[in-house]
């Protein structure tokens, strides 16, 4: 059995380093950091690999446990992901049992594969937020800020892009500026909790994976709740409540500002239209997340 899925490698082929290494020369090494790990770990493939965007993830047991190998492409979002998943320690988040950030390997307790995509929209809202209440740590020093990403994304917003329509982006800067009258940077959060990254697990019901951590406050981690799952959002009656509901839920859960979510979730979806804007397709499911946020 390969351990290096032909999908995973055709995915991460070509890719520019961001900023540590490039794909190609990544994958060279791929096999022989794997070998390295399972053997001083002591660990057994016991599963089919498995892969996201970025991560090779394969099923070990070792020490009369089952768990996972996870070996991640170096990259800037992923730098901090053990740091965060030991301060929660298994709260809320998969359990982190060991990690070599040198080679960007972490061992963690093995989930079921089911995710919250199987449970009605709304219910899942619900579960996210619950998360956030319960992931709700102060910021770690190592992390990147709110406070300095946004204010890229103003000069982002300013130069604009011929795709998105100019009072967009000048509303976005516009709402970065007052977001950040605020202290922005006081927690630790999940930036990417959606649907997918939530798993279901033995010892309880629901935890979050793959965390991109942040020196931010919750409200900014909303948006992706409201971009994902998006055929559910192309059926909806009226598309604007639809969207409004799931942003009500999962604040009401977690005990956040739901004007402070909405603006920040604004900000979020017109920097991916910019950062998309050569997908027509793209911008507009953007837009009309922007839309439902202030109209």
Known sequence: ??????????????REPQPYVGGDAWLRTLPATVDSLLDDWQLTVDGEPMFGECALVLPVAGAGEQS????TWPHLEASTEHLALRAWDGDGAVRLLRADPRRWAMQLERLDPTDL?????LEGCEVIGDLMRRLDRPAL?????????????????????????RRFTEQAASM?????HDDVDASLIHQDLHFMNVLAAGRTSWLAIDPKALAGEWEFAVAPVLWNRDDVTAAAHHVRSHLRLRLGVVCEAAGLD????????FVRVIVNALWGSDSKEWVTRMITIAKAMTD
């Open 117 to 121: 995509t199987s449970v009605p929209v």
């Open 1 to 14: 059995m390969s351990l290096i899925p032909e999908a995973f490698a055709s995915s991460i082929a070509g």
């Open 258 to 265: 739901e004007d402070r979510a909405a603006a920040w979730t």
């Open 141 to 165: 020093p190592q992390l990147i800020t709110l406070s300095d990403l946004s204010s890229q994304w103003i000069t982002l917003c300013s130069n604009g892009s011929a795709a998105v329509p």
């Open 68 to 71: 996972v190998l996870k070996v």
């Open 176 to 180: 970065v500026r007052d977001l950040q």
